[in-house]
């Protein structure tokens, strides 16, 4: 599953995705319209498409449609991976339903998990021959701090899905916030390779040399940016300017 990620990262020479966080209210034309904008505008320079489900339930059903047309869309004109944000976490038969609609029906490359409930609400998404998860481990918000951090619940986490990623092949990722720098040295420490998925860089104000430092040379990254691209006048430029500054320390470590 993941080699769909490395083959788009060398390919367009990047590890940036844009999170369509396309919310109505932000947006004065039809949010489908808007999404094929700027994946026409984006698809040549990144890696892939991150996509947080709440923005289309917001809509309610026709939200649902326009989620629908855009991984159509993407399907159609790239080759792209589709990552669905949706951070869920519910016991197993529930997470069979949750899993049937992702990985059958809309066929995204991975989705995101909250993984508190314990293993087994993870394990029916991996038993989809194609399916991904990235589970949050690290998360950007300043509420990390409640639970996550002082419980060291993100290196248990880690440690966890690593033994995970082994198990099912390659097929679990973890959620590493970029705002919350201190602690990936450690993360990095425990993971044996496995896909991170970063979030927090531009509208959360994010460090990128920072996150890079932290790092420590780790090269098993999706660095995701949604609202500051795709909110951006010129979204194209935009991507520009972050995926150069991203590969100056992403390769300057090489
Ligand atoms: O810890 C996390 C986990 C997920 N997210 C999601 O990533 C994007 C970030 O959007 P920006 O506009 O670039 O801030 C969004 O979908 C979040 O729900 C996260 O930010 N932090």
Redesign the pocket.
Known sequence: MIDKYLKTRQKNNSILLV?L?SDFERITENVLDFNKKIISNTHDLICGY?I?I??YEKMGPKGLEILEETISYIRKYTELPVIL?A?RGDIGNTAKAYAYYYFEHLAVDSI?INPLMGIDTIEPYLEYENAHVFA?A????TG?RDFEIPDKLYLKITRKMNELNKVYKDKVGI???A?NTEYISEIVKNSNNMLF?I??????GGNIKELFDSLNNYKNILI???????FDENPRQKTIEFNNIINKYYQSKE
Do not use: M
């Open positions: 999170g966080d991150k947080n709440a923005f944000d951070k995101t949050l690290l998360t950007s918000n990390a959620v590493v916030g705002t998925l979030p927090g860089i531009g509208a959360q995701n940016v949604s609202r500051a691209i795709i």
